[in-house]
């Protein structure tokens, strides 16, 4: 009785002989939210995060503002430097206008090298 319920509300595997159900969502929990989701990417930048193996928000954090825009600019795309700034934004979740001053003129001097 039990087996059916789970059945029908999720997924089962089998490991070791043992079956194991999961809950429908479960395998939903387990997918990142899409990288326009994150405050200043709009859907051009989220294709060009993605044509350049930054898929989610957390490879993006991992990598950091300057990575994925030094990836951008390696891969044939020419980012401007209000990009770098809201890939700054998004990682850090909020508008880039919000950002540090401090921290905007260190990302505005990066790009300024990396040019």
Do not use: C
């Amino acid at each position: 009785m039990i087996r059916s319920a789970f059945a029908e509300q999720g997924w089962a595997r089998t490991f070791s002989g043992f079956q194991i159900y999961f809950p429908m969502n479960a395998a939903q929990d387990l997918v990142s939210p899409p990288l326009s989701e994150l405050p200043n990417i709009s859907a051009a930048l989220d294709e060009a995060l993605n044509r350049v193996a930054m898929s989610s928000p957390e490879a993006l954090k991992l990598a950091g503002a300057e990575a994925a825009w030094t990836r951008l600019h390696q891969n044939g795309f020419h980012p401007s430097i209000q990009t770098l700034l809201a890939l700054e934004g998004a990682i850090r979740g909020v508008d880039w206008q919000s950002l540090p001053a401090a921290r905007r003129f260190e990302l505005v001097r990066f790009a300024a090298r990396t040019r």
